[in-house]
């Protein structure tokens, strides 16, 4: 029997390779370049649209905690952000040319896996349904059709990219805050470029931004964003000091130039494995791109900024997944038709990966005859399903790994859970502990990456 996975991006090609590691012979439907989206400039599976970081790699940190339990089930998606891994102190930044390299070869590579270039607009009886946040009208409507639901939208902005000989570092010096995170075997240099503002900058700076031009069209006169994904524009208007206590903090940095703290900070990020290209950290925005130009070229350092990328934005779909969908994300009346990445409602790359590689795990299993499994909400993917299982259909909202969607911890001393370090150590070893051993209940090992 020949599976189908619709949609070549990160949760599709994940799905894909462990269906086929499986054993199964596999069809991968990309629309691209037969039909291309807002976001994406290329053709190849995998490609990165929004940020170039996987998020942190450790386990004290949710999303870390995330990326160890898939390594517990072989993901061939963190086997080649591994392999294109540039330095980002405890992040997994990757060089998203080299990443998305990577999950093409591999997939056109296997024996078990065809790459069929067209748009469909029919969902499989036998397959995984991964058209990510950009799904083609045609098939979100055969969705909403199908599902009786009307699919949820809301609209992802990316931050724009610089290039590094056009950062003044005279003004932009490297550091991590509190030095916690360093360039990969460069000692103590930092991972991010910061750009200090005075108090009269930053002002001068929420001044512009806030009254810069926007792309504006009626569709957007009411944009339910998601908070992780909040445009930079869009937090200056709830508040002067929202930037400045959000992704512009200046605390854990000093100024080398006079030892002192900055009123405020913009963080660059390296975005590529050469480190010519930089992105502004936390600067997702809709503004018009001449404004764009205008605005944060006020920032310290980037007077003379040129754009390698300016920042955009994108309709991003999901389902109601605990409205519409079963605890393993497939169709009530077809259990073998699963959904998985963003169109289920979490948000994030790992996210999206964790719900591929499950859907390919259990959708093997069901053709085999066995029952899907989900992983214990103890685990923090475990946790993610639990949520889109059981969250409140009326007000559902996109989620990211996050430790308060874990089960809580029982049997520790109270005064031990007041050490949110220790405490988040605590749920880490929890959960790895119960993945390997749920992982070894249903005999589901690892697939070769």
Known sequence: MTIH?????????????QLAERGHEVVVHEMRPVRGTAAHRTERLGELVCSNTFKSTETSNAHGLLKAEMRELGSLILSCADEARVPGGTALTVDREIFSQGVHERLHAHPRITVSREEVTALPDVGVVATGPLTSDALAETIRARLGVESLAFYDAIAPVVSLESINQDIAFR?????????????????????????DEYEAFIDALTTADQFTAHEFDSVPYFEGCMPVEEMARRGRESLRFGPMKPIGLRDPRNDSKPWAVAQLRMEDRAGRMWNLVGFQTRLRIPEQARVFRMIPGLADAEFLRFGSIHRNSYVNAPAALTPHLSLRDAPTT?????????????????????????????????????????????????????????HFQPMNANFGLLEELTDVPAKVLKDKTRKRELYAERGLAHMAAWRDEHALGTVAV
Do not use: H
């Open 338 to 394: 699963l959904f998985a990445g963003q169109i289920t409602g979490v948000e994030g790359y790992t996210e999206s990966s964790a719900t591929g590689l499950l859907a390919g795990i259990n959708l093997s299993r069901m053709l085999r005859g066995e029952e899907p499994v989900v992983p214990p909400p103890t685990t923090m993917m475990g946790a993610l399903y639990r949520y889109l299982r059981e969250a409140d259909p009326k």
């Open 5 to 17: 996975v619709i949609g070549g991006g990160l949760a599709g090609s994940e799905a894909a390779w």
């Open 175 to 199: 550091a991590s805050r509190w030095g916690k995170e360093t360039m990969d075997g460069a000692g103590e240099e930092g991972a991010y470029l910061n750009c200090p503002f005075t108090k």
